[in-house]
Structure formats: structure tokens, C-alpha cells
């Protein structure tokens, strides 16, 4: 979760640098610093813990008029969180190099031992202090930064984006990018990059996405961007408009809610970039304790409300069928008020998509004092309480969220929790865990081709308008999307919905079942799909209004409206994403066919503060 930021300009450059930091700060961080060159080519470095505005105060009184600078807020992962860990870093006789880093280095500790035998020094903990020195040693061979960049990423493992400032090359800044995001701002006579465009957006609207591999020199006049193979490539611009990216704007969307359905494939690549290499995932993403503590974890605790205890439900058939480890899912209000056993080396895992909610809080602190290994929060906003108590953190990236009912919170935290299963199963070594990485690299491609179905679902809302209830139902891991389908319709059309596992209509809510109940069901192509369908005719038999969400393209079954789902694939952590989103554009449409309000539902809060 760090940011990066830097600038070629005709103007004082520090300024520039702190905005953009200072807009970097909802994606969390434990310190930042910059570094300019002044008006001797001197590297100048200011660094500190904790805010921004810290920062701001350090550097108030230095002499650091410079029109080309680096500047990074970073988020501990190896190394705790200080004045001493804090980016840039730096290499060389009075500083030659410094490099600001978003991502993490699955090999630094090879390199470091290679880089000590060679007489570098390191003054941190962290991984990133490993490619300065790299890249020095190569500027020492080749005085060209570019060459010595590219070659120094060579040999780095893992995912990174790179910021370096060099002062033999006082007017140029290297960019570059490996797995973890970075964009070029184009200005008049003066240019930009960052982790983020939001960053940027007071200096430009026009941005340029670099590729995976590509590596840019940044300079006043002009970037000229380079390919993963060394060739000189165009990369297009494209011209953004401020107010149209900013939440509190609809833009093209009806609602808030309908926004941040259809925002879902950007926000799942954001939540994934810099925590998974090209076959693996990145233990240090989890915080700078996480490494030592996966080796012990031998169960999970998790606790949640509503759609975050969705989420853990799912989790559990993840924990205890890839990582082979007995985990527990409990609603927050339930935990906090009953005694506890807590089985020894168990992992406490807080949800909540405000980092606020009072049950699930209260759980947290709780837990911290009667005997959990550690606690982990997976959360939405880094300046919350859990996310500053619990041990451990992964911030899910969602970026705000308006609308009360959760959607792309929902998705986010379901990938952050598939990340930590994987990081947690490769302990085991029974678990392809590349299969599972590149099925979540494909996963915001496919929702973004499943949300092609929204027409189609829009049709089906009008079944809904006059009915007083509903059933949803499901087998194994996707009983919990149908949990969340019912509580998002119930939510903002005000529609009476139950879920069931699809085994558990005979045991009661088939009563329920006549020609005014819409059931809608999820048939997934797997060894439980023929069983489904079989709980389905027992609602057919009953006059049951079926709607049925499925991937399987031949799948027929009379009276029935069947929607086939495409690239809803096979794999156990893309499946519950992808059955989420017609979920989701079913109780909008729905709701916006009932005229409520989708944004505001009655009696409800976003953020739940109180018990």
C-alpha cells in the first residue's frame, strides 16, 4: 500500500510532491519522506513516521528549491514502521541515487547477502534498500541510469514500481513498472508520474498508463517510454476529467450503487496489484510480521457483520479445503458477548469494510486480550481504528464507497481473503498456488464481461416488483453469495429474502414455495450441480417462480428463466466473485423498479457505529 510520486518541472517542485502525497493518503501508510535535487545537484533527503503533515513540518525551514524530485508514503512490510525504514533510499558517495519503491521483493535477502560480500552498507530493514545499491552498482559500470536500472531489475523477483533520481542525471527521473501500477502525467514544459492519478489531478488531467515491463525516462520536456524488450514504444495519453473520477460524483450512473457495481473490475486489479508475482503470492503484503507468523497459524477465528460475515462463511470452505487449517466464522455482536475458547496458535481476522463498525471492533479488542496468536483486519479505510490496533492489516482497495449496500467492498474483501488462504496454503505445498494466481489475475476481466448481463437482468426485475418474498438458494462455497444476494435485495427493494443451502428446502422453507415466490438458484458446473438441480424440482413441483444463474452453457430446465453466465469460471475463489455481480444488478434493477432508494435504504447507516 505505498504511493509514489515524483515530477520534472520549470517550477519549485516540493509543493507538488506533498499534494500529491497528501492525496495518496486513503490507500494508508505508516511514514513518507522525499528527496530533491537542489540547485548544486546535492540529493537532498527529508524523511519522517507517521503523517504527511509531519512531514509537511519537517521539511519547513530546509533549503530544498529544486525543480526535480521523488517523494513516497510507504506501508511497513519489511521492516517496522520508522524514520530509518521510511523511502527514498539511497546508495553512493553522498547519495549518488535514490530510489522510491511500491511493491515488495520476494528475493532481497539473496541479494542483500550478495550486495554485503560487495561492501554496501544498509542502514534499513527494508527490502527496497536492496535496488538502490543494485542500481548504483550497475551506474558505477555504466554511467547511462536507464541501462543501470534496467539491468539492476533483472534481477529482482516479485512486484515492484520504481522512482529513482540520480545526480549525475540532474534532469531526468527513471520510471518503472513490474507488477505494481504507475502513471505518467503529461504537463506543458513539465511531467509527472505516480502510484495513483489521483495524485496528480491538480497539475493534470492528461495521463499515460504504463505496461507491465515498461520503463519511462521522465524528463521537463518530454517522456520517452521503453517496452520490456528495450524497443521504444508510444504509449497512448489519454485526457481525464477531474470531476468525473471523483466519488461524489454519479458520472454517467443512475446511482451510487450502480457506480460502484460497474467500478468493480479496477477495484479487484487495485487490490491485487503489488501482492502477487507472476506464480506466486507475496507474503510480505500482509505487513512485516506476516512471514514469521504464517509458519505457526494452525487455526483461523473469523468474526464479521453482515455482507463481511459473508465473506468469512465463503472463507471457511478456503481455509479448511486449500489450506487445510480449521477456521470458525462468527457474527461480531454474538463474539464479543460469550466466553471464548481459543485453540492454540489460532489467527483472530477482523472484517469490516469502515474499520469502525462497534461489534466488530469491540470483537477485535477483545481478542487481543485472551490468548490469539495475532489478529489480522481486512479492511477499506487505513485511517481506521482496526486497521491501527490489530496486529496485522491488508487494506482491501476498494476506494470510497457511497452507496450503503456493499458491493465493491463485498468483491475486494472476498480477493483479499482468497490472497491471504493462498499465502497461508503454500505452507502445506499440497496447493497449485499458481493456478489460483493466474485465475485471479483473469478475475477483472471476467467481471467485467459478466456485467455485460445487466440488460438482461434489468428484464428480469419487473418479476419482483409485486412480490412479497423471495428464496435464494446454493450448495458449498456459493451459499454465502446467495446470503449476500438476499440481504442486498432485502436491502434496497425492502423485499422479504431468505437464503438457504439448496439441501435445506425439504426442511422447511418449502412451505413457503407457491406460484407468488421467485426462487432464484445458482447451479455451478460441479459435483454438486446435478444435486441442485434436484432440490430445484421439488420447487418446480410446487409452482416456484425459478430463476437460475449458471455457467453451464447447455444447462435446460422447464419454466424456468435460466441467465448463462460467461467466463463464470471453475476455479474455488473466482466462482463466489463471479456469481456476486448478477447478484448485485439483480436487487438494483429491482429496487430501482420498486422506486426506493437505492443509495439511502430505510433505517440503515453505512457505517454501523453503535451497537
Request: aromatic fraction near 8%; proline fraction near 4%.
Given at each position: 500500500m505505498c504511493g509514489i510520486v515524483g515530477a520534472v518541472l520549470q517550477r519549485h517542485v516540493t509543493p507538488i510532491l506533498l499534494e500529491g502525497l497528501k492525496r495518496m493518503e486513503y490507500r494508508g501508510y505508516d511514514s513518507a519522506g522525499l528527496a530533491v535535487l537542489d540547485n548544486t545537484q546535492s540529493l537532498k533527503r527529508v524523511r519522517s513516521q507517521g503523517k504527511v503533515a509531519t512531514l509537511v513540518e519537517a521539511v519547513k525551514g530546509k533549503s530544498l528549491e529544486s525543480y526535480i524530485g521523488i517523494a513516497h508514503t510507504r506501508w511497513a512490510t519489511h521492516g517496522v514502521p520508522n524514520e530509518q525504514n521510511a523511502h527514498p533510499h539511497v546508495s553512493g558517495d553522498e547519495h549518488h541515487v535514490a530510489v522510491v519503491h511500491n511493491g515488495i521483493i520476494e528475493n532481497f535477502e539473496s541479494l542483500k547477502l550478495q550486495l554485503q560480500a560487495k561492501g554496501y552498507e544498509f542502514s534499513s530493514d527494508t527490502d527496497t534498500e536492496v535496488i538502490v545499491h543494485l542500481i548504483y552498482d550497475y551506474l558505477k559500470k555504466d554511467k547511462d541510469l536507464k541501462t543501470a536500472v534496467k539491468a539492476a531489475s533483472k534481477h529482482l523477483k516479485g512486484a515492484f514500481?520504481?522512482?529513482?533520481?540520480?545526480?549525475?542525471?540532474?534532469?531526468?527521473?527513471?520510471?518503472?513498472?513490474?507488477?505494481?501500477?504507475?502513471?505518467?502525467?503529461?504537463?506543458?514544459?513539465?511531467?509527472?508520474?505516480?502510484?495513483?492519478?489521483?495524485?496528480?489531478?491538480?497539475?493534470?488531467?492528461?495521463?499515460?498508463?504504463?505496461?507491465?515491463g515498461d520503463l519511462a525516462e521522465v524528463r521537463a520536456d518530454k517522456v520517452t517510454v521503453y517496452d520490456n524488450d528495450d524497443n521504444?514504444?508510444?504509449?497512448?495519453?489519454?485526457?481525464?476529467?477531474?470531476?468525473?473520477?471523483?466519488?461524489?460524483?454519479?458520472?454517467?450512473?443512475?446511482?451510487?450503487?450502480?457506480?460502484?457495481?460497474?467500478?468493480?473490475?479496477?477495484?479487484?486489479?487495485?487490490?491485487?496489484?503489488?501482492?502477487?508475482?507472476?506464480?506466486?503470492?507475496?507474503?510480505?503484503?500482509?505487513?512485516?510480521?506476516?512471514?514469521?507468523?504464517?509458519?505457526?497459524?494452525?487455526?483461523?477465528?473469523?468474526?464479521?457483520?453482515?455482507?463481511?460475515?459473508?465473506?468469512?462463511?465463503?472463507?471457511?470452505?478456503?481455509?479448511?479445503?486449500?489450506?487445510?487449517?480449521?477456521?470458525?466464522?462468527?457474527?461480531?455482536s454474538e463474539y464479543r458477548y460469550r466466553d471464548v475458547v481459543v485453540p492454540e496458535n489460532t489467527l483472530f481476522i477482523a472484517i469490516s469494510q469502515s474499520g469502525e463498525t462497534a461489534d466488530t471492533l469491540a470483537a477485535l479488542r477483545k481478542a487481543k486480550q485472551i490468548g490469539y496468536l495475532s489478529t489480522l483486519a481486512i479492511c477499506n479505510v487505513p485511517e481506521s481504528a482496526m486497521i491501527q490496533e490489530a496486529d496485522l492489516s491488508m487494506l482491501t482497495r476498494a476506494g470510497p464507497e457511497v452507496g450503503v449496500a456493499s458491493t465493491k467492498a463485498f468483491?475486494?474483501?472476498?480477493?483479499?481473503?482468497?490472497?491471504?488462504?493462498?499465502?497461508?496454503?503454500?505452507?502445506?505445498?499440497?496447493?497449485?498456488?499458481?493456478?489460483?494466481?493466474?485465475?485471479?489475475?483473469?478475475?477483472?476481466?471476467?467481471?467485467?464481461?459478466?456485467?455485460?448481463v445487466d440488460t438482461l437482468i434489468q428484464d428480469i426485475a419487473p418479476r419482483f416488483a409485486d412480490k412479497p418474498s423471495s428464496l435464494f438458494v446454493a450448495r458449498g462455497a456459493l451459499f454465502p453469495i446467495v446470503l449476500e444476494g438476499a440481504l442486498?435485495?432485502?436491502?434496497?427493494?425492502?423485499?422479504?429474502?431468505?437464503?438457504?443451502?439448496?439441501?435445506?428446502?425439504?426442511?422447511?422453507?418449502?412451505a413457503l414455495v407457491d406460484d407468488n415466490m421467485p426462487v432464484v438458484a445458482i447451479v455451478h458446473d460441479d459435483e454438486m450441480a446435478e444435486k441442485v438441480l434436484g432440490n430445484l424440482q421439488e420447487v418446480r413441483a410446487r409452482g416456484g417462480q425459478l430463476i437460475i444463474f449458471t455457467n453451464i452453457s447447455d444447462l435446460e430446465f422447464p419454466d424456468a428463466v435460466i441467465v448463462k453466465l460467461p467466463q463464470a469460471t471453475n476455479n474455488i475463489f473466482t466462482a463466489p466473485v463471479a456469481?456476486?455481480?448478477?447478484?448485485?444488478?439483480?436487487?438494483?434493477?429491482?429496487?430501482?423498479?420498486?422506486?426506493?432508494?437505492?443509495?439511502?435504504?430505510?433505517?440503515?447507516?453505512?457505517?454501523?457505529?453503535?451497537?
Open positions: 514500481s520504481l522512482g529513482v533520481l540520480s545526480t549525475q542525471h540532474p534532469d531526468c527521473v527513471i520510471t518503472m513498472r513490474q507488477g505494481s501500477p504507475l502513471v505518467i502525467g503529461v504537463g506543458f514544459e513539465e511531467n509527472y508520474f505516480a502510484s495513483d492519478y489521483l495524485a496528480l489531478l491538480p497539475v493534470t488531467q492528461q495521463f499515460m498508463y504504463l505496461q507491465e521504444l514504444v508510444e504509449r497512448e495519453v489519454k485526457t481525464f476529467s477531474a470531476d468525473a473520477y471523483l466519488s461524489t460524483d454519479k458520472g454517467p450512473y443512475r446511482h451510487y450503487m450502480q457506480k460502484e457495481i460497474f467500478q468493480q473490475p479496477e477495484a479487484l486489479i487495485d487490490t491485487l496489484q503489488g501482492r502477487i508475482s507472476e506464480d506466486n503470492v507475496l507474503d510480505a503484503a500482509f505487513g512485516h510480521k506476516a512471514v514469521a507468523l504464517l509458519e505457526k497459524i494452525k487455526n483461523v477465528h473469523i468474526v464479521a457483520c453482515g455482507t463481511s460475515y459473508h465473506n468469512g462463511l465463503v472463507a471457511k470452505y478456503w481455509f479448511e479445503s486449500l489450506a487445510k487449517t480449521p477456521c470458525n466464522v462468527e457474527i461480531s468483491t475486494t474483501q472476498l480477493v483479499s481473503l482468497a490472497l491471504f488462504v493462498l499465502a497461508l496454503a503454500k505452507r502445506n505445498g499440497l496447493v497449485d498456488i499458481a493456478k489460483h494466481v493466474q485465475a485471479l489475475k483473469a478475475l477483472p476481466k471476467q467481471v467485467e464481461d459478466l456485467l455485460k442486498k435485495l432485502k436491502e434496497i427493494s425492502y423485499i422479504h429474502a431468505e437464503a438457504y443451502p439448496a439441501g435445506e428446502l425439504k426442511h422447511g422453507p418449502l456469481y456476486t455481480i448478477p447478484l448485485q444488478l439483480l436487487a438494483y434493477h429491482v429496487a430501482v423498479h420498486k422506486g426506493t432508494d437505492v443509495d439511502q435504504p430505510r433505517n440503515l447507516a453505512k457505517s454501523v457505529t453503535v451497537e
